[in-house]
């Protein structure tokens, strides 16, 4: 009979709830005579076929292994970014990274791989059987806060509707600005340029909306035209703002793959005066 090769995908690391549900596969690999592994980068040497076998990864992409059965196992997304900013990443680069895995586990999913959230009571692994922990350890772990930057992945994959407001805060602004609470005031000084880029959010593939407001402090015309999309390729839209005030941007885009979101503002004409105020971003799945 030929050995199992048991890819289990651990979606990142949220403390306590990921460690324990390590500690129980291995046992019980351990009890049904099966080698476990754990894998966070290089390569995995394949073993030899009459080796049964589990590896626990973040990233399968980085394996040689040719696995028989796949399981993703999730943690919380919001609960994944604290737990890389105590790593010393920054929280922009937390919520890229923690994006970019949950966009691959929802390909995985999309194609059948079977999904379990961290916070369930049982996984049924593929001629491994049923692996649990206790009910008290669930809650004790509780639940994240909801309506972060990554709801959009509070079900895998993004069903039509998941939505997420992203803090302005997440952009990069390559000209001068002033942060105020929960908005971002751009000078408008100078000439023709991006005014602001990102958040580099990674999304699946499909339709996606995003919905954003700005406010305009200038009394004079002021010509900008936004970007909505991948990094290479995005949507369009010119805006003439001929007067003060607040106007309400809304793009849509296909996304042909999973990828990082890129909303960009440019300038099109010099000014000499005036300010725009980025207050809010909002990303909902069509």
Not at 66 to 86: G, H, N, Y
């Amino acid at each position: 009979m030929s050995a199992s090769r048991l890819l289990l995908v651990q979606v990142l690391n949220d403390g306590a709830r990921s460690e324990i549900w390590r500690t129980a596969i291995a046992e019980a690999g351990a009890r049904a005579g099966w080698e476990v592994r754990q894998h966070w980068g290089g390569e995995v040497e394949v073993p030899t076929p009459d080796h049964d076998l589990v590896v626990v990864t973040w990233d399968p992409s980085e394996l040689t292994l040719e696995a028989t059965d796949v399981v993703i196992l999730t943690c919380d997304p919001e609960r994944a970014i604290p737990a890389l900013e105590a790593l010393g990443v920054s929280h922009k680069d937390a919520v890229h990274h923690v994006s970019r895995r949950f966009a691959q586990a929802s390909g995985l999913i999309a194609n059948g791989v079977a999904w379990y959230p961290n916070s369930t009571e049982k996984l049924d692994l593929p001629g491994l059987g049923e692996v649990s922990v206790s009910r008290d350890t669930e809650r004790e772990h509780g639940k994240a806060s909801q309506g972060g930057p990554l709801a959009i992945y509070d079900a895998l994959p993004p069903a039509s509707g998941a939505e997420a407001d992203w803090d302005v805060g997440l952009v990069s602004y390559p000209a001068y600005r002033e942060t105020d609470t929960g908005t971002s005031r751009i000078s408008l000084l100078g000439r023709r340029r991006v005014l602001f880029s990102g958040p580099h959010v990674w999304l699946t593939p499909g339709r996606w909306r995003v919905d954003a407001v700005v406010e305009l402090d200038c009394e004079s015309l002021v010509v900008v035209y936004f970007e909505w999309g991948l990094h290479h390729e995005q949507a369009r839209h010119h805006v003439e703002m001929r007067e003060a005030g607040r106007y309400a941007i809304s793009m849509i885009y296909d996304w042909p793959e999973a990828a990082s979101a890129e909303f960009r503002c440019h300038l099109v004409t010099p000014k000499l005066e005036g300010e725009l105020i980025f207050e809010s971003l909002h990303v909902t799945r069509e």
